[in-house]
């Protein structure tokens, strides 16, 4: 995972071949097998049926690097268009759709908060703060709440994201942070109560 994120985060690698390169690492990293990953999410939904909400799911695709979104129409399962955006390199495998492998959503611009327009106040958490180049916020909202973690919870990752003795301080490290955070989620939509 450390090699993902140096990958990812290297200015002189274009961003779109930098996600390429991360899939290749992808596909070489040893993670479960993915029919359980698949069958993990299958489980955690508890349905296959898109909800009546508009949902955007995002992924990027390993051959070409490119980012793509998923919704109720685009005839994608749902268990599967979420195993892929949570197939995070070395921790998940990418996932078969259509005949193309896919990983983590979040490897093209973190929180795809542009993806939000129209929808006002827009609330983005973002377990693993914003990177650089990350896209902007939704066009047109007029209150945003960013929720990150703050310097102590970023201390708590350690720098082996998949180091399992560092999730539990990260734990803490966020829930910590809850009770502002919540403040700042109500205070967001007290504003816009009617």
Do not use: K, N
């Amino acid at each position: 995972m450390a090699e993902v994120f140096a990958t990812l985060g290297d200015p002189a690698i274009d961003p779109t071949d930098a996600r390429r390169r991360v899939g290749r690492i992808a596909l070489s990293a040893p993670t479960a097998p993915e029919a359980a990953h698949i069958a993990d999410m299958r489980f955690v939904l508890g349905t296959e049926a898109w909800p009546a909400q508009r949902l955007l799911i995002t992924a990027v695709e390993l051959e070409t690097g490119q980012p793509v979104v998923w919704d109720g129409g685009s005839g994608v399962p749902l268990s599967l268009a979420v195993a892929a955006s949570c197939a995070m390199p070395a921790a998940y495998p990418p996932v078969l759709i259509a005949g193309r492998r896919y990983m983590d959503g979040a490897l093209a611009g973190g929180s795809h908060s542009h993806l939000a327009v129209g929808a006002d106040p827009v609330v983005v958490i973002e377990p693993m703060a914003p990177r650089a180049g990350s896209p902007g916020g939704p066009a047109g909202a007029a209150t945003v709440v960013r929720i990150g973690p703050d310097s102590a919870a970023q201390d708590s990752f350690g720098t082996d994201l998949g180091d399992r003795t560092r999730w539990q301080p990260s734990y803490q490290a966020g829930e910590h942070q809850a009770t502002a955070a919540a403040a700042r989620i109500r205070e967001a939509l007290g504003q816009h109560a009617t």
